[in-house]
């Protein structure tokens, strides 16, 4: 039974049968969500091997995680670059950028050509922002699946253009055969793990729980910077519009702000886990 505030999910709300059912679900979908978290140990260790050394010179100094599918890889990231930095009395600050739609999200509101073009005009900004503020030497970008590369090559242009030196790192990279030709257009080594992609797509199962890391990219704002947290999201689509894209997580984040976040709380608990593993598998925090 998961926990919040010291009341299990179905003292959360117990209003009608309907509510009941809808909690008993969202359990169900804590379950799965978190039993594939787990499944990310192995591929994030594959995809941190090629930059480990840097990461335990101190090299990154700035950790950029792709939002939303990204947030769950990039957060089990931060928690082992913060003890390896913090063993080696080093430090690095950490921003998350939501990437741009992609798959089912490009049915979005608002998501026209002129908005995706804003939305690069947007991180560009962003990005010489932290150039200004931070003034970073190297950037770690960490996100869940490369396909054409599409959902963060507004982040990866702009860092190319301000001349920030980034590496990226991805828990899967669909078509391994065209990866030099990713590197090219993404101005980037890729570093990738293995995870396994999801049913007969090339994407991967975390993609479809990503609402566990707490943030949804806004519907309403395809070219926003930052995506907006699952406790605050109320749908607000069209029916046509809510079957594309919403209704897969309206059921979770909206029956109520509590439920929400205690998925995300649990969620990250599992990150905390697998962490810890990857660390004692590395020797630290023995």
Request: contains cysteine; glycine residues 8%; hydrophobic residues 35%.
């Amino acid at each position: 039974m998961w926990y919040l505030r010291g009341m299990s999910i179905e003292s959360v709300s117990n209003k009608s049968p309907k509510q009941t059912a809808l909690e008993k679900e969202n359990q169900e979908l804590v379950e799965r969500g978190t039993e594939l978290i787990g499944r990310i140990e192995e591929p994030i260790k594959e995809m941190l091997a090629p930059v480990l050394g840097k990461i335990q010179a101190g090299e990154y100094d700035l950790l950029i995680g792709e939002d939303a599918s990204g947030r769950i890889p990039t957060l089990i990231v931060g928690e082992i670059m913060g003890e390896i930095y913090r063993q080696n009395k080093n430090h690095f600050e950490t921003r998350f950028i939501a990437g741009r739609p992609s798959g089912r999200e490009r049915k979005t509101i608002n998501n026209t050509p002129e908005a995706q073009e804003r939305k690069g005009e947007n991180d560009r900004e962003y990005i010489q922002k932290i150039k200004r503020e931070l003034a970073p030497k190297r950037v770690l970008l960490v996100t869940d699946f490369i396909l054409s590369g599409t959902g963060i090559r507004s982040i990866t242009d702009s860092l190319h253009a301000e001349n920030i030196p980034f590496d990226i790192c991805t828990l899967r990279l669909g078509y391994p055969k065209k990866k030099v030709e990713r590197e090219e257009q993404l101005h980037s080594s890729i570093s990738h793990g293995n995870y396994p992609r999801f049913g007969g797509g090339e994407g991967t199962a975390i993609y479809n729980e990503y609402f566990l890391g707490g943030v949804i990219k806004d519907p309403e704002a395809p070219d926003a910077v930052h995506a907006i947290r699952t406790r605050d999201f109320t749908p607000r689509a069209s029916a046509e519009q809510k079957e594309d894209l919403i209704d897969d997580v309206a059921q979770v984040v909206t029956s109520s702000p509590e439920v929400s976040q205690m998925l995300t709380n649990v969620a990250h608990e599992e990150v905390k886990k697998v962490a810890k593993n990857i660390l004692v598998s590395l020797g630290y925090n023995e």
